[in-house]
T-cell receptor, first 114, second 110 residues
Framework: EPEVTQTPSHQVTQMGQEVILRCVPISNHLYFYWYRQILGQKVEFLVSFYNNEISEKSEIFDDQFSVERPDGSNFTLKIRSTKLEDSAMYFC????????????FGPGTRLLVL | QKEVEQNSGPLSVPEGAIASLNCTYSDRGSQSFFWYRQYSGKSPELIMSIYSNGDKEDGRFTAQLNKASQYVSLLIRDSQPSDSATYLCAAAEYGNKLVFGAGTILRVKS
């Protein structure tokens, strides 16, 4: 069964450093998403991406965040200058279509900023 | 601010019983609703989706939607200890973003 994959599973970084989180969405899916979950809190939407551009982003997704689809399979989230409060689980998701389509989640990357 | 509200629990049920999980949402524009299961430290795993008023059954799971009351529920029949997890309710407008509730912790005791 096709699944979303993410690398790395864990990442530890120093405050102020740049990190890139990688995702491989399900191969025939067209819509890609990033969510995050701070420990003990809700899953929060960050950004959605379609046709090589951002289709929606949340207030969390400020100028320190960026997304890219550098090739036909990968979808990346870059955090330019990490802050302590960026420590969270970051989930990538994909869906075949938008609207009512189900989003399938990857296993997540646990980011710890020291 | 669009919200999805869930009772945090924990909801404790004996093995073999029916577990009933509830969710309300604030945005009347929401078109589709999802129940995800999340084990500690893991990602959300889809259980069911529901788009129309009424019931939708899939094995031991039944989702119920009442758009007039802005209410979604999930029934788990014949609950098993392996069903012990946090259950996340999510709502989506016609568009992309999922808005999640905080989740209800379910504990099934053998």
């Amino acid at each position: 069964e096709p699944e979303v994959t993410q690398t790395p599973s864990h990442q530890v970084t120093q405050m102020g450093q740049e990190v890139i989180l990688r995702c491989v969405p399900i191969s025939n899916h067209l819509y890609f998403y990033w969510y995050r979950q701070i420990l003990g809190q809700k899953v929060e939407f960050l950004v959605s991406f379609y046709n090589n551009e951002i289709s929606e982003k949340s207030e969390i997704f400020d100028d320190q965040f960026s997304v890219e689809r550098p090739d036909g399979s990968n979808f990346t989230l870059k955090i330019r200058s990490t802050k302590l409060e960026d420590s969270a689980m970051y989930f990538c998701a994909s869906s075949l279509l938008a609207g009512t389509e189900t989003q399938y989640f990857g296993p997540g990357t646990r980011l710890l900023v020291l | 601010q669009k919200e999805v509200e869930q009772n945090s629990g924990p909801l404790s049920v004996p093995e073999g019983a029916i577990a009933s999980l509830n969710c309300t949402y604030s945005d009347r524009g929401s078109q589709s609703f999802f129940w995800y299961r999340q084990y500690s430290g893991k990602s959300p795993e889809l259980i069911m989706s529901i788009y129309s008023n009424g019931d939708k059954e899939d094995g031991r799971f039944t989702a119920q939607l009442n758009k007039a009351s802005q209410y979604v529920s999930l029934l788990i029949r014949d609950s098993q200890p392996s069903d012990s997890a946090t259950y996340l309710c999510a709502a989506a407008e016609y568009g992309n973003k999922l808005v999640f509730g905080a989740g209800t912790i379910l504990r099934v005791k053998s």
